[in-house]
């Protein structure tokens, strides 16, 4: 399989914070790859070092079979970067901000271009800097999404849009989305968890788990045990039943490794007096709040 | 070569009105130079200061618009090659500053009648060498800062280390060692800010290393300012300037053989005398100029050490002479001991005018004028706008007599007038005055075929410092 972006050993310093901590990530191509953690995880530390804006102290990025720290110019014709975090030619109105990138990409499109401002419904003869801070993501993504880039990073591109725009923002992302693979940071997990095809989640600046959203969604359960009596917890609690919560007669948890065919017999094993077992799957956001939670408690 | 013009077209219609008002000011500028060399008032200084603010704003505005130093600039995710970037931005300052100096010092040099093609190498030389530090300290600080505020802070920071550093050397060095303007900044002790500049510059947009680039213009900075009071530092400018040059071979004494002689009392507490003095070892094509201050004593078997009134070291149509004011004294001989700052600058002749009134042509460098201002001082008045390294010296000469205007960057206004509005070291557009004003003189010249005016370079090579002793200086009545 093609990986274009492959982290190896990341590891990124900030005087004394270990910002990324031997991080290991591949995104497959073609896929819309979630990148979640909480803030100050590593998540825009990682993704500025796969851009070569940070250069890492250890370990290497592989973007698109070449070393980031190698990457200049015209590496970024295929490349599209939007981030919250980029300062942007705000002097600039959003046709001339498009008339202005165009030469710079072999590959621009501006049937694309003219397409995305229609879609986002930006104003082309606005200053970037009278327009509010959705549009001028939305300015940001057409101006990265019009020439067809086979690689596109999202930094934190939802938080603080409106709904409305947020789905706008999407809408325009799915377009593209066939013919490129996608990384995006985010918390906005509800949304993400509709398009995304992988999920990394990141915490501390190491990699706590990287797969696909069906592998995840399929082995994170809650799970749901009613007794015949009030009983408490057991001592030898599995590990990888995360945020056990008892009340007289039932105790709930959160199943990590969920398999359908064990479940019972592994809960019949603690709670001999089961009397009832239900399972219900867990949405990404609720998934990422138990790991979250796990971490604070464990720290 | 493509995206840097594509950057640059961006730039200029982003800063198209700062280009206009710095443009303004340099035209401004130019024409209140053009009405000074026809006499009228020298621009006001702020004018040349709002120049190099101006200037230095267009260009941290410039880096600032696609900053290096950004932590997450815009360009820095697009398929920007670094080098067209930094080929955009010098494109833009040759244009937009370096032009319309070059370009209005030329059009000064027209109107004054100067052949602009004759000096078009030393003059583009000469606003290069300007432009070492109008552009480039900008655009080493615009390099590692990402707002004016920033650039601001840093610029201050840096001229502060400067001048601290400098004034706490010279504080605990002998400055007297110094002995001519050429020591004050002199090229080895530029050196490390200029280097350390356009390393700062060139490292910047390859690698963006801005928090070592910025300590590294900070140590730059206190190195110069550090050498700059370092005797050895002027000398081994002076070496590297001028291989030639060896000042322990220039030998300076007073000529026993010459008596003194008696010029004129000094205000009733001393008296003058004008001593003969032998140079020996003076490399051809140089001449002898004092610069800073002299100092010196007298002393005798009857009183203790007095220090002198006056000291004058001057070229005279008989050779050096040192002028010497001593307090009054009725002892037997006394012995003068005259320590003197010398710089030795050579001598390039660059027109010789015959000695008549009206407006004389100076070969290529322009025109000249006898005016007379006062009736007891005429003067020449010379619009030249040459660029030369040094300083311009007018002098009447015929078979006899020959008198020089003794100061360097002499002129009717009493300091120097630059052509470049940032220069500090150019000759134009002034005016002659012998000392005492060449009334007599020229009067006497116009009546005599064979009497020219000589207008000369003169260019320091080096700084000497020597101690004269006059063993036996008698005065008039204490020889009775």
Sequence with gaps: ?299 | MKQALHIFRKDVSRFWPQCVVVSFLFAIYGMARRQQTDQGPSPPPVLAALIAIGCWLLIASLLHEDSPAEACPFWITRPYSRMSLLSAKLLFISVFIFLPLLVSDVLIEVHSGVNVSATAGTLLLFDLGIALWLILPALAIGGVTTSLKMFAGMTIALFAAFYLVTDLMFRHLDISALASPADMINLVSALPMVLAAIGAVWLQYRARKTQWIRASLIVAVILSASLIPLNGTASLSTRILNPGFDPDRIHISFDDTQPPRLDYTFSGRGLCFSLAVKVEGLPPGTVLREFGQTSGEVRSAMAGPREILRSIFEETIDGYRDLVCIPNSTAAPEQLRDSVSLTVMSVTPIAIMPARAGILVAGNSGRCEVVTPFPEDTQLRCGLQEPLRGSLVAGLEYPGYRVYASSRLLNSHGGSVPLSPMSFDKFDGTSFTAPNGWQFEFDEALARPDAHFVLRNERPVGAIRRDLVYRELVFPWSKK
């Design chain 1, 1 to 299: 399989m093609n990986y274009p972006i492959r982290c190896v050993d990341l590891s990124k310093k900030f005087r004394r914070v270990q910002a990324l901590d031997h991080l290991n990530l591949e995104v497959p191509e073609g896929a819309i790859y979630a990148l979640i953690g909480a803030n100050g995880a590593g998540k825009t530390t990682a993704i500025k070092t796969m851009m070569n804006i940070h250069e890492p102290d250890g370990g290497s990025v592989e973007i698109a079979g070449k070393d980031s720290r190698h990457m200049r110019g015209h590496d970024f014709e295929s490349i599209g970067y939007v981030s919250e975090n980029q300062k942007m030619p705000e002097w600039m109105t959003v046709d001339y901000l498009m008339r202005y990138l165009k030469p710079f990409y072999p590959t621009w499109d501006d049937g694309a271009a003219a397409g995305f401002i229609r879609k986002f419904g930006l104003p082309g003869d606005r200053k970037l800097s009278q327009l509010s801070r959705g549009m001028k993501m939305k300015a940001a993504l057409a101006s990265s999404l019009a020439y067809h880039p086979k690689l596109v990073v999202l930094d934190e591109p939802f938080s603080g849009l409106d709904p409305l725009v947020r789905d706008e923002f999407i809408e325009g992302l799915m377009e593209s989305a066939e013919e490129t693979t996608m990384l995006i940071s985010s918390h906005d997990l509800a949304e993400i968890e509709t398009f995304a095809s992988h999920a990394g989640y990141l915490e501390h600046g190491r990699m706590q788990f990287s797969e696909e959203m069906s592998s995840l969604s399929a082995r994170f359960r809650e799970v749901e045990v009613t007794l015949g009596e009030p009983t408490g917890l057991p001592g030898n609690w599995p590990a990888e039943w995360l945020q056990p919560q008892t009340s007289p007669a039932v105790v709930r948890f959160i199943d990590t490794r969920f398999d359908e065919n064990t479940i019972g017999e592994r809960v019949r094993r603690l709670f001999p007096r089961m009397t009832d077992l239900s399972t219900r799957a867990m949405p990404l956001r609720e998934i990422f709040v138990a790991l979250a939670r796990e971490e604070r408690r464990a720290a």
